[in-house]
């Protein structure tokens, strides 16, 4: 189930990401919350593995959806 869409990006988080990633190199880490064309370079660059897009999974469920029917 999707959570609720609309977050904002948090940019004094993206430290936080680095931090993880420096501790745990081989985890991932994902990021959720705002993430968009204009802060996915900035997440991957600190270290996340993993973005996760709302309104893009949003556009995949309903895909799969209308593949089913």
Do not use: H, W, Y
């Not at 880490?29 to 204009?38: A, F, Q, T």
């Not at 270290?47 to 309903?62: H, P, Q, W, Y």
């Amino acid at each position: 189930m999707l959570g609720r869409g609309g977050q904002k990006f948090i940019e004094r988080c993206v430290p936080k990401v680095a931090e993880l990633r420096a501790r745990f190199p081989d985890k991932d880490i994902e990021v959720d919350g705002g993430v968009g064309p204009k802060t996915v370079g900035v997440c991957a660059e600190a270290g996340s593995s993993l973005i996760c897009d709302n309104d893009f999974e949003a556009k995949i469920v309903r895909a799969q959806g209308a593949m089913s029917l």
